[in-house]
């Protein structure tokens, strides 16, 4: 704005000059000379417009990739130290009340896609330092939500189905398409991938993170997948026992 006032007095004093000192502004000369001031202020304000609209785009866009970032960070964290630790279930239908604590679940019907698992926690953690950690994938319109909440593990006997979820932390926020996949190394060497996981002896060996633009369907995220820790030491030792014998 600064240059417009510039701009502006130059014009003014260009008129000023070719009437002379003595005689005075025209009605003419004065509209004219009007006429030009807001000409050059609109080009003006036009101008600092697109700057800040730029600025602003960029702005955001740095701030997606960083937080992208740091929620791929806290999935790692969180998932690779998921504990291979025995819990109370209500489900009938298995052969034993005590199964793993560890539950994949695809979106079936209301119920949001989910995994559930006991990691190492923090304020609202046992004495042991370990919590239950709940990744839900929620839908609002045509929005997708990943959202972290936690609960208090307070050993085998607590029952996932009684637990009251908080804090909740809002990992991923977009037009996306996101799911889950548990894998799983065969008795041949090879990766079998599944969208669920629940009353399996076992933790997954891994759990891969499926995030889609939900316009064009592009892979947003190809390749990522997060260890667990526990179940690779777990086939680490079943391996080597394996080979002793």
């Known amino acids: 704005m600064r240059c417009a006032s510039t701009d502006i007095r130059a014009v003014v004093w260009r008129l000023f000059r070719r009437r002379g000192r003595s ?9 004219a000379a009007l006429a030009i001031a807001a000409v050059i202020i609109a080009a003006s304000s036009a101008l600092v417009h697109n700057v800040a609209l730029h600025f602003e785009q960029g702005t955001r866009t740095v701030s997606d990739g960083e937080r992208l970032i740091l929620a791929i960070e806290r999935l790692a964290a ?7 630790v025995l819990r109370t ?4 239908s298995a052969q034993s009340n005590t ?9 079936t019907g209301e119920q949001p896609a989910r995994i559930v698992f006991v990691g190492p926690g923090g304020v609202p953690a046992n004495q042991e330092g370990e919590e239950v950690v ?25 029952r996932f189905e009684e637990l009251t979820f908080g804090d909740p ?11 889950f996949a548990f894998g799983q190394v065969t008795q041949d060497g090879k990766l079998a991938w599944n969208d669920a996981w629940k009353g399996q002896a076992s933790l997954p060996r891994y759990v891969r993170l499926n995030l889609r633009d939900r316009a064009s369907g592009a892979d947003l995220l190809p390749g990522t997948d997060f260890v667990i820790r526990a179940a690779a030491a ?11 014998n």
């Open 23 to 31: 005689n005075g502004f025209t009605l003419v000369e004065l509209l």
């Open 234 to 244: 777990g086939s680490s030792a079943a391996s080597k026992r394996s080979h002793d």
């Open 169 to 179: 932390v809002i990992l991923l926020d977009g037009k996306f398409l996101i799911s």
């Open 134 to 158: 709940s990744l839900t994938i929620e839908q609002e319109d045509d929005v997708t939500r990943l959202v972290r909440r936690r609960a208090p593990w307070f050993g085998p006997r607590t």
């Open 78 to 84: 969180d998932l690779g130290s998921a504990r291979f």
């Open 89 to 92: 279930s209500d489900d009938r």
């Open 99 to 107: 199964q793993l604590a560890f539950i994949g679940e695809p979106a």
